[in-house]
């Protein structure tokens, strides 16, 4: 799951964002997990295709330090459309968004991220490296082996976080930005202030994932883990099993739980990130602004904490626009609401 950058005393900006995010927390279905998890039967049912096959056979290429398992759907001439999965998500995220987009003429490439599916790393020496710079620059190198000059960059939770990134400090490549909850650029420094009681209860599997007894608990539960995140993100959301097994399967990974564990800890501080990164992740310490055309989205029931667009809606200064999708979209937007992200992306094509 995603969120918007920590609070510090010296960034007005990142307190209005995790300001907003702590009301939105303290309000919204997540601040009562017992609730989350009863949510009433009259919500709407998971998409009729779950569980019936999607993508055609996945194609594999060697793209920086992975072996990059993608998804391919639309013609080989047409705009290209990146689009960026989460946590604990995958690819099937874009299950229905991806045909809409291929329908209406855009080649759209939805890649495993490092750790899921059936995506390697080339070599064993490779650090398990969760940061968020390490996934920008897994994105970055995707779009050269793939020889893609330029492309839209779609996201939801990591994968927003990451779109984000890219169209921040490589805006030469990014066509336009669709990006649900806005603004999700971090920093460990920012991460090192302390959030209010009911503000830092959001981040109980954070904390979570700090220890030793987190990580053994993901190792051996990440499936029953990944359903109670999946239920408390989106408390109006009836998923069946169907839809969440054909996600889960791709957190068999070998690399999956280094990742998500060091993802995490490098957030707080708790685990070094690559020196190769260090120059990177220094420029995004400073919130750079993101300057291409963009369109951001929010759920009216996302149960994951998120800060209001007005608290970050200035970091945009190209074309700019936000939409609150209704009827009880939650934190897994393009899966629940597909249609309504694959239009933000025709729409911010044609900013």
């Not at 996934?135 to 893609?148: E, K, P, R, V």
Request: glycine letters at 10%.
């Amino acid at each position: 799951m995603n969120t918007g950058p920590s609070a510090s005393p010296t960034n007005p900006l990142r307190r209005r964002l995790l300001g907003g995010a702590a009301l939105a927390f303290a309000a919204g279905p997540m601040g009562a997990i017992g609730s989350a998890l009863a949510a009433p039967a009259s919500v709407r049912a998971a998409p009729a295709s779950a569980g019936k096959p999607v993508w055609g056979p996945l194609r594999q290429i060697d793209a920086g330090v992975l072996r990059v398992s993608y998804a391919q759907m639309g013609p080989d001439d047409g705009p290209p459309v990146l689009l960026l999965h989460g946590w604990p998500y995958d690819i099937h995220t874009y299950a229905e968004v991806a045909p809409l987009l291929a329908a209406k003429g855009y080649r759209v490439i939805v890649p495993y991220l490092r750790g899921y599916g059936s995506t390697t790393f080339l070599s064993a020496d490779t650090p398990r490296n969760g940061q968020q710079a390490a996934l920008a620059t897994d994105a970055i190198a995707l779009l050269d082996a793939l020889h893609i000059d330029k492309a839209i960059f779609a996201g939801c939770d990591w994968g927003a976080r990451t779109a984000d990134i890219m169209a921040a400090l490589w805006p030469q490549r990014c066509q336009g930005l669709v990006s649900v909850s806005g603004y999700l650029i971090g920093s460990q420094q920012a991460n090192q202030a302390p959030l209010s009681p009911k503000a830092e209860l959001q981040w109980w599997y954070q904390f979570y994932f700090a220890t030793e007894r987190g990580r053994l608990g993901y190792e051996k539960n990440r499936s029953e883990f990944s359903r109670l995140i999946w239920q408390l993100a989106s408390p109006q959301w009836r998923f069946d099993d169907a839809t969440f097994l054909r996600s889960a399967a791709a957190f068999d990974n070998p690399n999956h739980v280094a990742v998500v564990i060091h993802n995490y800890r490098w957030r707080l501080g708790l685990a070094e990130g690559e020196k190769r990164f260090d120059e990177m992740e220094a420029r995004l310490a400073r919130m750079p602004d993101i300057g291409v055309a963009t369109i951001t989205l929010e759920g009216d029931a996302n149960g994951a904490p998120h800060p209001p667009s007005s608290a970050y809606a200035s970091k945009f200064t190209g074309k700019y626009a936000h939409r609150l999708i209704g009827g009880g979209i939650g934190h897994n937007l393009p899966q629940e609401a597909p249609a309504a992200f694959a239009q933000a992306v025709v729409d911010v094509a044609a900013f």
